[in-house]
């Protein structure tokens, strides 16, 4: 019993030495703990409240005085893109005879060009008329994103439309086989997935990026390369990220575009009428004009490593891009067609009996 109390009183003496030295220790690690998590509230707070809210377009500073000329020229160019883009939808959807492959994805390409032009025109519109104008960040990136998903959609579908063309031109025979209603509905719908799923991740990666000052974009609309130099976080990651997108989407649509129209230019070389080959090479050198203009503004702004190398001169490259060619293609790719011309009389003509 003695022997028992005195180990008894051993044990709970030397609880008592350790409670001495392990208390002050915890405590000590606590408060430590304590002002590493004050320190981090801090730091969110400081975030927080030095994180840009919204954004500023700069527009065109050096012709702000020809602002009110300026704005007549791209309105009347922005309303005639979107009329003849509407035509095209409309004659295509209202008339049976134009419900083939080719004019579904050449309605499918106009109504694309209608919203892709919208996304960044009025805006412009009111930088001429006004000047500087301000948009909140989650509007910037709202706009950066249809941009970008829009544009790649426009690029993948003017591939298919070549390949569409390929195989009218150089496979009639087996055109009806390989390329009916549904492959088209099917080609369409592969554009606007492919596109919306590569920069819905940019666009994520993009909204974990802080902002803290300044806020002035050297454009006229969010252009998602500016957007990214503003940054004060480590960007490295995501401009590799958005190279490799843009890499990827203009190289491959190029690269089937090229192929597609040289096969057409030699079978069109091999066609025995002289009036023939001029007719195709006239329908052929009209879209090469507009391809050109497309692919080499988009090549100029994007292809480039790093962004901060292209920042004061994409402004008027972007323009090509969202004024001159929406303005052409209706002209160059449908307009032009006597069928669409043959439908738009019937139209007319079927209106007038009506009333």
């Not at 602002?67 to 791209?74: I, N, P, R, T």
């Not at 959609?153 to 031109?169: E, G, H, K, N, W």
């Not at 323009?319 to 006597?338: D, E, F, Q």
Request: glycine share 2%.
């Amino acid at each position: 019993m003695i022997c028992l109390g005195e180990r008894s009183w051993f044990v709970l003496r030397r609880e008592a030495h350790c409670q001495r030295i392990l208390f002050p220790l915890s405590c000590f690690l606590i408060k430590q703990r304590m002002v590493t998590d004050r320190e981090r509230e801090v730091t969110m707070e400081v975030k927080n409240e030095t994180t840009i809210q919204e954004f500023i377009l700069e527009g065109f500073p050096a012709v702000r005085h020809l602002g009110s000329l300026l704005f007549l020229v791209h309105l009347l160019a922005y309303l005639a893109s979107m009329t003849g883009n509407m035509v095209i939808i409309i004659i295509t959807w209202v008339d049976r005879r134009l419900q083939t492959p080719m004019y579904i994805l050449l309605s499918t390409f106009s109504f694309c060009e209608c919203c892709f032009i919208t996304t960044v025109i009025p805006k412009l519109l009111s930088i001429f008329l006004s000047g500087r104008q301000t948009i909140p960040f989650t509007a910037c990136l709202v706009q950066a994103f249809l941009f970008l998903f829009l544009g790649a959609v426009i690029f993948f579908l003017m591939a298919v439309m070549s390949l569409d063309r390929y195989l009218a031109i150089c496979k009639p025979l087996h055109y009806p086989s390989i390329m009916n209603l549904r492959v088209s509905f099917l080609l369409v719908f592969f554009c606007y997935t492919l596109s919306f799923i590569f920069f819905t991740c940019l666009m994520l990666k993009v909204s974990q990026l802080w902002f803290c000052g300044p806020n002035v974009i050297s454009h006229f609309f969010c252009d998602l390369g500016s957007l990214i130099h503003l940054s004060c976080s480590d960007t490295r990651s995501v401009e590799i990220y958005f190279f490799f997108l843009t890499s990827f989407v203009l190289l491959l649509s190029l690269f089937i575009t090229i192929i597609v129209y040289s096969n057409i230019i030699v079978t069109v070389m091999g066609l025995p009428s002289a009036k023939e080959r001029q007719k195709a090479f006239s329908t052929c050198s009209s879209h090469l004009i507009v391809l050109f203009l497309m692919y080499g503004s988009c090549v100029f702004i994007y292809l480039k490593p790093k962004q901060t190398n292209r920042l004061d001169s994409n402004r008027e490259a972007a323009l090509v891009n969202t004024v001159v060619t929406p303005l052409l293609n209706p002209v160059i790719y449908t307009l032009r067609n006597k069928q669409v011309h043959q439908a738009l009389r019937d139209t007319v003509s079927r209106k007038r009996l009506q009333k």
